[in-house]
């Protein structure tokens, strides 16, 4: 329990909890809110290891592949049709950049 600091109810406050600690009010509160211990004998609440969630780590790492394959020609492709002279911090061939993203 936390109470402000230099509060002038700090030695009540202390009283009457360690009152509520003596009279054993406390230990039925929280043995009425316990969880209750958990029982698992077929073991289904272990942890899942590698070889339950490989399949799965699998197929993630695939379809990212398949999703580069697929986007780095576009890529190479949009980079020669811009062409060297297409720099976007110089500003020249803006309109080719238009025309070819029109095209897509």
Do not use: W
């Not at 289904?44 to 490989?54: D, H, I, K």
């Not at 699998?58 to 379809?63: D, F, H, P, Q, R």
């Not at 061939?93 to 070819?100: C, E, I, Q, S």
């Amino acid at each position: 329990m936390a109470v402000q600091k230099d509060s002038p109810y700090l030695e009540l406050f202390n009283h009457y909890l360690k009152l509520l600690f003596e009279q054993g009010v406390i230990d039925q509160i929280m043995s009425i809110y316990e969880p209750p211990a958990q029982a698992c004998p077929d073991y289904s609440g272990r942890p899942l290891g590698l070889e339950s969630c490989f399949s799965a780590f699998l197929m993630l790492g695939s379809l990212a592949l398949a999703c580069i394959l697929i986007l780095l020609p576009f890529e190479i492709l949009l980079k020669r049709k811009l062409g060297k002279s297409d720099n976007p911090n110089t500003g020249k061939g803006t309109k080719l950049t238009r025309n070819v993203l029109k095209k897509f």
